[in-house]
């Protein structure tokens, strides 16, 4: 069973749920080796895209959906997430093309164009301290799972689990790229808030796919 | 939490309203998306130079828009930097025909909505150039890095490249200059509080009543280093001396010496500061042929300072003398 | 006590050591006794202007010594009025005789102290006015107190008065103009914290986190009244209520908002409150002709503002637009 | 026993070394219901006192002495103790005239003359919490003790007694001049520190004179 288009939207505000339930969270990571700003942005955000959501046309096309997304984050979001959430978007929405359905596969190649964009804007290697810590292990995962037969939901779940791990490897890190390079060696021992949003906004994907039974 | 706000999520709008209000002759203030522009904008054959980032930082950058200095500053939330949107809009309503200059402070989240927006408005017709401002001493340098931020050093190019601007440079004088002054400018910082974020509620960081923390930026993140409080001489000797030697700057050199605020220090401990550096600089040879002594760019009311050393040579100070009429900054007019 | 001092004993003359070195263009410091002076004082024929009281207010007064405002300034240590011989001394190196007219903020010490200088002077020949500024709404006045304090009005004193004996108004002139000027003046401040005297090293009160002191002086004494703390809305109307009804300011008036930092308030809030003030003004017809927004009598570092209103006439828009260059106040020129 | 001008000047310097020693008391009275200068002030003052008695020439009269000790404070205290302190010095000088020693009547004069001195400049009257509620009770002691053939240490001592007593009486008072005043019903419950400063130089002159058996 693929993601339709309603999926796909689904997803979208269930991640606006949980960012906005997490807003705390990741506004005291970034308090601590950032600018305390992290989850505020996003919350604004997401929350713009929930309002477009409700009151414009429903998107016609998976990609549509992605593209309303990426385009709101970037109006709103600000920052170094906001361009670099909103280029992930972009580049899943280019992704999967006019498919009405994402299959696996589909979702999985997404998920690569997604980590491909942000490494084009953001120019941070595996190691850094950054989101990047996080997509890198989550897109080898889905992959994976997407090669060998699982769902959709299966897909993103593999994605989720192998994001919570990479962003738990960002805490030994000392960070080279965003704020917390600023604090060079003080930067070692706290988690990075954009591997954690990244963990978080793909455990809400597979909630949403998972629990609409896809 | 004590500040005098309404409400954490209205701040910057509330502030902007506030500050269209007290200067009418000077500014517009749009806020959908928010960004403010000189009165008279847009100039026309002009070359627009327009900067921002995250708010915070008053009077940087809206306090720098007006005649002589800025076309129009894209106010980001606080210590978020702005939407391309807003930068587009900023654009949109300076385009005088002879392109627009983004300055920059070098902080990924401003780079990327910069480029983003400079990428939008280039595709719309507009030639627009970016250079990024990176003074600060206190962050090493690296192919490897987010590199330096963007500090003190702002202001003076916002205001050198602003007159530049101002008497018709095209813009890829305006360009090389912005690179030229952000080549011979370095800037270094101390808190000796940290700063409450509106939206956050309590303190980026806390110090003991014997620390400081140097090495700070402009967004309310903790510092390099926290050593223990000294008096004045030693804290102005911790921002000089790793200033002066990264140019390096040497004797003979002819300086702009810019003391600032961080927003909490008032005026009569920023002039003890000021004196110390001119002398310092004086024990060196080096001639302090302009100065610059206020909050300028600050972190909220964060209590600290920073130093910036602009190397000058009689361009430059030619443009930093030329009239420039803002609500920051004002002479000649 | 964190602050950026070497010595609380050498506070005052170390900051006019940076000032000096900061305006070498604007003004000369003698250190004993302490005067800030014109750079090109004495002028000849021309009133001198004099003002002074204690340190710890800046940029009062140092910083509105220049062309178009004040011929010197007078600072005592932190918050403590002037010596009777730093005033005499202003007054001798500023005598360009047309006479002096002393701008005394009303305080006993301050009033005390310039009376005996002004004795003195009369005395070696200089004709020599005082004229007493008692603005402070927060106090009430009686034949049987020390009357008002002298706040926020100063600063709009010494711009209008200066730049009447800038064209060459005769003492008597000014001294009938700065009578007009303090007649039509009222201001009042709230603290939402205290501020540390150097050579005291503790706060001069304190304030828990959800509450404000209102109705407080510039001396970082306590207010009349300690409330809970509340929106930018409630604080504006604390302050705007009791000056527009004391005076009263009435529909249809001309008026000067100044609104002014205690010296931590940063920018941002303060042109949150200057916004809501220019409401609450326009809703009672009162026309905002004029504003001033910043710190520019402050209380070291204490967080707060305060508002000032002045009813303006033709002419006195006139005088504030005179042009004025000094460290604090410049334009015109 | 008379005071000659070397018991003016040890007076003098042992108020100095009172208010010194006092100063910090003084600072926080004057923290609580002023702006916390006033024992700085009088520091800075006494201290230049000091010095000029240690530089120049000694003065040569009892009058010369307090001559020297008024323009000094006047020239360095600053704020209201300053020309107050100062004027009642002065006065009292021009009370003493060229008298080579003072006697207790004369002591009491001098007193007389300053209080008239400092009501003159400050137009304070008993009852507004200031150092006039310790000065009046004070020169009516000091004038007491003269009629009925006391000694000058035995006048001085009388007018500290009064002095504190006087200075007392100011803690219930609400402030109607000073800085106290801006204070309005919170400077009541306070004393008031000029009162104190004034107790205090008095207890020194009172205690020099003793000691010098005078
Ligand atoms: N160059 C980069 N590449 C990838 N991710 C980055 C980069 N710089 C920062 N980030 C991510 O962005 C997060 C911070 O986002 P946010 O707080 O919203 O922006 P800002 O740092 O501008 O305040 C970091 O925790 C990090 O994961
Ligand atoms: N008008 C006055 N007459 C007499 N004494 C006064 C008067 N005003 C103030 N004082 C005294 O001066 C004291 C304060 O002195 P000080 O703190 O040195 O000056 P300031 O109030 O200028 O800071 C008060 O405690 C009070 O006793
Ligand atoms: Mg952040
Ligand atoms: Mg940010
Ligand atoms: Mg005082
Ligand atoms: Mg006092």
């Given at each position: 069973m ?5 999926g796909?939207?689904a997803?979208?505000?269930s991640a606006?749920?949980v960012v906005?339930?997490?807003r705390?969270?990741?506004v ?7 600018d305390?700003?992290?989850?505020e ?10 309002s ?15 593209k309303?997304a990426?385009t ?11 361009p670099?959430?909103g280029t992930?978007?972009?580049r899943a929405a280019t992704?999967v093309?006019?498919?009405a ?8 190649a997404?998920?690569r164009a997604?980590l ?6 953001g120019?941070?290697?595996?190691g ?5 810590d996080?997509l ?5 995962a889905?992959e ?12 993103l ?5 192998a994001a919570d791990?990479g ?6 890190l000392v ?6 390079s600023?604090?060079?060696e003080?930067?070692?021992n706290h988690l ?12 809400s994907?597979?909630e ?6 896809r | 939490?004590k500040k005098?706000?309404n ?5 910057v709008?509330?502030a902007?309203h506030g500050?269209?209000?007290a200067?009418p002759d000077l500014?517009?203030?749009q806020t959908d998306?928010?960004?403010v522009?000189?009165a008279?904008a847009?100039v ?5 130079v327009?900067?921002g980032g995250g ?8 306090g ?7 076309d129009?500053a ?5 210590f978020?930097?702005p939407t391309?949107?807003q930068?587009?809009?900023?654009v949109?309503?300076?385009?005088g025909g002879a392109?627009a200059?983004?300055?920059v402070?070098n902080y990924t989240?401003d ?8 990428e ?5 017709g507009t030639e627009?150039?970016t ?11 690296s192919?490897?890095t987010?590199g330096?931020?963007?500090?003190g050093g702002t202001?003076?190019?916002?205001k ?7 008497r018709?440079?095209d813009l890829d004088?305006?360009?090389?200059l912005?690179r ?5 400018v370095r800037?270094?910082g101390?808190?000796?509080t940290a700063c409450?974020?509106?939206h ?7 110090l003991?009543?014997?620390?400081m923390?140097i090495?700070i930026?402009i967004?309310?993140e ?7 409080m000294?008096?004045?001489?030693g804290i102005v000797?911790?921002?000089l001396?790793p ?9 003979g ?5 810019f ?5 909490g220090?008032?005026?009569v401990e ?6 110390i550096a001119?002398r310092l600089l004086a ?5 302090v042929?302009?100065?610059l002594?206020g909050?300028?760019?600050?972190s909220l009311?964060m ?10 040579d009689?361009?430059l100070?030619e443009?930093w003398d030329a009239?420039v009429h803002t609500?920051?900054?004002r002479?000649?007019?």
């Open positions: 693929g993601c339709s288009v309603e796909v939207v997803a979208l505000r606006a749920e906005t339930a997490h705390d969270e990741l005291e990571l970034d308090r601590v080796i950032g305390a700003d992290h989850g942005n996003l919350k604004r955000g997401f929350t713009a895209l929930v477009k959501l409700d009151l414009s046309e429903p998107p016609a096309t998976p990609s549509a959906a992605l309303l990426a709101t984050l970037i109006s709103t979001v600000g920052g170094a997430a906001g670099l959430y992930a978007l972009l992704s093309g006019d498919a359905e994402l299959d696996a596969a589909g979702v999985a997404a998920l997604a491909d964009g942000v490494v084009a804007r120019k941070a290697e595996p850094d301290k950054t989101m990047v996080a890198t292990p989550a897109v080898a889905a994976a799972a997407a090669a060998s037969g699982s769902t959709v939901a299966e897909v779940s593999a994605a989720a689990d791990e962003a738990a490897s960002t805490v030994p960070a080279r790229k965003g704020r917390a600023y604090l060079g003080r930067s070692a990075d808030p954009g591997s954690r949003s990244t963990a978080l906004l793909l455990r994907f597979a949403s796919a998972g629990g609409g039974d | 939490m005098i706000i409400d954490p999520a209205t701040v709008v509330d902007l500050m269209a209000a200067h500014l517009r203030v998306p928010a960004v522009v000189r008279d847009a026309h054959g002009k070359v627009a327009i900067s708010s915070g930082h008053e009077p940087l950058h809206g720098f828009v007006g005649m002589g200095m800025l129009a894209c106010p980001g939330p606080v978020t930097s391309p949107d930068v587009q809009a900023a949109t309503a300076t385009d392109g200059l983004l300055l402070k989240g780079v990327l909505n910069f480029e983003t927006a400079a939008l408005a280039a595709a719309e627009v150039r250079v990024l401002i990176d003074d600060d001493v206190a962050v090493k340098d192919l490897y987010a330096r931020r963007g500090v202001v003076l190019v916002e050198i490249v602003g007159a530049a601007a101002q018709g440079d004088a305006c360009e090389a912005a030229r002054v952000v080549a011979g800037s270094m101390v808190a000796l409450t974020v509106p956050v509620g309590e303190p980026s960081f806390t003991a009543d014997d620390e923390e090495g930026g967004h309310g903790p510092g390099r280093q926290r050593v223990p000294e008096p004045a001489d000797r911790h921002l001396d200033i002066l030697e990264d140019l390096p700057f040497v004797e050199d002819r300086v702009l010496l003391t600032n605020s961080m927003g220090t008032p005026l920023l002039y003890i500061a000021h004196g001119e024990e060196r040879g080096i001639t042929e302009r100065r002594v909050p300028y760019i600050t009311e209590q600290g300072m920073s130093l910036t050393v602009l190397r000058l009689d361009e100070v443009l009239p609500a920051a900054l002479w000649g007019v």
